[in-house]
């Protein structure tokens, strides 16, 4: 659900003080990018006192890119008028934070992405400006497999557009995420979740969440 994604980066910075956002999207025109600037903007719209000062949609969507599209805000917002950044993927992100932090402005702007890549949760296990990632979208093949044996046994899925709700992780959750996600797989009953094997399973796809 990319604009749920969008959505939630933006909420955790507000929620950590953030008024003076910028935006570094994704390729224009792609429904992934353009349904997570919608969930930046409208929860940017929903809180009071909070401003999306810019948003650049990036050239690409790679650390490079980001790290060079970060250098050219920060030349044309200087010290106090911006403090947060949000990012379309954690690549981006973490271009834009190497270059906050090679301009000595880390101690005055965050910066959330999305995708959970192990650098991201590196820089936020170490409570580093770098404070959100939202992810999970590595189920989606198997969630794929399940809907085509239930579809070869027979059972149209039971939603023909299935979103899925990610899971952000930020330092208050990351030692929980580490140990459920990271240092033990967790196991899911499959077999709750196909029509073939449940004929009375309510959803396909199983919740994502921290326990």
């Known amino acids: 659900n990319d604009v749920t994604a969008g959505a939630d980066i933006a909420k955790y910075l507000i929620s950590t003080g953030a008024k003076k956002m910028v935006g570094i ?16 903007r409208e929860a940017v719209e929903a809180a009071d006192g909070v401003e999306l000062v810019q948003y650049v949609s990036g050239g690409g969507e790679s650390e490079d890119n980001g790290y060079q599209t970060m250098q050219n805000l920060l030349s044309a917002h200087p010290a106090g008028t911006i403090d947060s950044v949000w990012c379309y993927n954690d690549a981006l992100c973490l271009g834009a934070f190497r270059a906050i932090k090679q301009a000595g ?106 326990k």
């Open 105 to 210: 402005r880390q101690d005055e702007i965050k910066l959330g992405g999305m995708d959970l890549v192990p650098q991201a949760l590196e820089l936020i296990e170490q409570n580093s400006n770098f404070v959100f990632s939202t992810g999970g979208h590595w189920l989606q093949l198997g969630f794929g497999v399940m809907l085509a044996y239930d579809k070869v046994s027979g059972h149209d899925p039971i939603n023909e557009v299935i979103k899925l709700d990610l899971l952000g992780v930020n330092s208050d959750n990351f030692s929980t995420f580490k140990q459920q996600f990271i240092d033990n797989a967790p196991p899911y009953e499959i077999k709750e979740y196909t029509l073939t094997n449940n004929a009375q399973a309510k959803a396909q796809t199983f919740p994502l969440a921290t």
């Open 25 to 40: 999207g994704g390729l224009p025109g792609s429904s992934v990018a353009e349904g997570r600037e919608k969930g930046l």
